[in-house]
């Protein structure tokens, strides 16, 4: 029997290489736009051909850059700039920081108030769920924020925090993915995003709240994943970049999907708190994270008998180790965690980013399993940081 489900998804979807230059048509005509992006993209030809495209189209637009995690501050004083020029939609170009902020902005424009009033776990007040149209258009595959509901709000320093405004109605109107704006991505970043997603698809297809939908999902996901992992190894690929970066673009797409709908586990649960200490990218995190997590999963699996999660991870680790899906078994398991060891070396270690023990009871604290289907206790957590320093 096909157990019951919901899903809440993008209006409209549109992928492939040099969509990106169908943006002015799909912007609005109707008003002004508030355009949010990183600012390596000023220096593309992505968004020379924006700027052209808009103008010859006559369309208003207001520009702005992002730099790091959107925190509240950030996402208030874009709200009144929205405000103050009338923008009546929201073009956010970049990585999940970008297209975070993007959802937050557009949602906040038709709320009330600081949106830290809104975020889960802070503040008081439920978001209504009015926003304005958005369009979403990734330059990294790794988050899926353009697949899903939420906006990762972050704010540093005292009583830090990592949280998300989260409704329905934010998951944006539209996402254009263009694998070709990932093409100028900086390795170490195609790393790190690229093992968020994988991260991502790993966690929801073995989540508690995993169902046949959010399966189908991330099993083509992790055969997409497998098919590009070169990209990872920072070898030239010549010719096959492009179809590579086109799999992991839709691998990435498809775990928002996932995780938006099965939920995350125990290296998300982690990496939420840490990236609210310290200020390390969240690709960056979850990808030091797998290594610790996921060694130590596959044992508890293993001593529990878990078969049916056991192998979820053996088909995981077959379509990187082997690109295949006959037999996955054992070996492919432990091919997946000597990968994940073999990536994660090659990124910068968390020492790097300044966290020290005493830091880590307060991270600890604020974390949780999420939907993993094993409950890793607080003192086993806590050893997931430590073989971190
Ligand atoms: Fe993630």
Redesign the pocket.
């Known amino acids: 029997m096909v157990s019951a489900f919901r899903h809440k998804g993008n209006s409209n979807l549109i992928f492939g290489a040099g969509s990106a230059a169908s943006l002015p048509e799909l912007v609005s005509k109707e008003g002004l736009i508030l355009i949010l992006t990183g600012g390596h993209f000023l220096q593309s030809q992505a968004w020379t051909l924006l700027e052209t495209g808009l103008k010859k189209a006559g369309i208003a637009y207001v520009h702005e850059t992002i730099s790091g995690e959107p925190s509240p501050d950030t996402v208030d004083s874009l709200v009144e700039i929205a405000r103050g020029a009338a923008a009546v939609s929201v073009l956010a170009i970049g990585g999940?920081s970008v297209l975070d902020a993007g959802k937050a902005v557009a949602a906040m424009v038709c709320h009330e108030g600081s949106v830290i009033e809104y975020l889960e776990g802070v503040g008081t007040r439920l978001p209504g769920g009015r926003t304005l149209p958005m369009i979403a258009v990734p330059t990294t595959a790794?988050?899926?924020s353009e697949a899903t509901k939420n906006a990762v709000i972050s704010k540093h320093g005292d009583s830090p925090f990592k949280k998300s405004l989260r409704h329905d109605a934010f998951v944006p109107a539209t996402a254009v993915i263009d694998p070709e704006l990932t093409l100028g991505c900086p390795m170490n970043v195609t790393l790190a995003c690229g093992m968020?997603?994988l991260?991502?698809l790993i966690e929801s297809y073995i989540s508690t709240r995993a169902t046949l939908f959010t399966n189908m999902l991330a099993k083509e996901g992790l055969r997409l994943f497998g098919s590009a992992c070169e990209l990872l190894s920072g070898e030239e690929l010549g010719i096959n970049e492009e179809s590579q970066r086109g799999s992991l673009a839709l691998a990435a797409y498809l775990?928002g999907l996932c995780?938006a709908n099965a939920g995350?586990g125990t290296v998300?649960g982690l990496?939420g708190p840490l990236g609210a200490h310290l200020e390390i990218p969240?690709?960056l995190a979850?990808a030091l994270l797998a290594v610790p997590v996921f060694r130590l999963l596959v044992k508890r699996l293993s001593q529990d008998s878990n078969q049916a999660v056991l192998d979820k991870l053996a088909f995981a680790g077959a379509q990187i180790n082997r690109g295949s899906n006959a037999n996955p078994g054992a070996r492919d398991v432990e091919c997946l965690i000597d990968h994940l060891e073999n990536w994660a070396g090659r990124l910068r270690p968390l020492v790097d980013y300044g966290l020290e023990r005493s830091d880590i009871n307060l991270i600890v604290s604020a974390s949780d399993n999420k939907n993993s289907p094993v409950n890793f206790s607080y003192s086993e957590r806590r050893e997931f940081l430590l073989q971190l320093i």
Do not use: I, M, R
Request: aromatic fraction near 0%; charge should be negative.
């Open positions: 999940g790794g988050t899926g968020d997603a991260c991502q775990s995780l995350l998300h990496a969240h690709g979850c």
